[in-house]
């Protein structure tokens, strides 16, 4: 996995199908559930981190200095 090292605000970051890496190295995958849904997606353990009804609420809860936009090839079995 290469870690994308260009900034990027949290807007950029937090869209559906992005991978983010955050400080403690744990791997999350934006996902959309439906028409109000959106998730984390700990790719450490393959549970549901959290979930809220918009982006930028969950924006709003977990976007953090120290993040990383991640570019991640995802093989589903």
């Known amino acids: 996995?290469?870690?994308?090292?260009?900034?990027?605000?949290f807007e950029e970051m937090?869209?559906?199908?992005?991978?983010?890496?955050w400080i403690?190295?744990?791997i999350y995958l934006v996902?959309?559930?439906?028409?109000y849904d959106y998730s984390l997606v700990d790719l450490t353990n393959n549970k549901v981190?959290?979930?809220y009804d918009t982006l930028e609420n969950l924006i709003h809860d977990f976007a953090e200095q120290g993040q990383a936009?991640?570019?991640?090839?995802?093989?589903i079995l």
């Open 1 to 9: 996995m290469k870690i994308d090292t260009k900034k990027h605000n």
């Open 14 to 21: 937090y869209q559906v199908g992005n991978v983010i890496q």
């Open 24 to 26: 403690n190295s744990n």
């Open 31 to 35: 996902v959309d559930h439906g028409e």
């Open 49 to 51: 981190y959290a979930t």
């Open 69 to 75: 936009l991640v570019n991640a090839k995802l093989t």
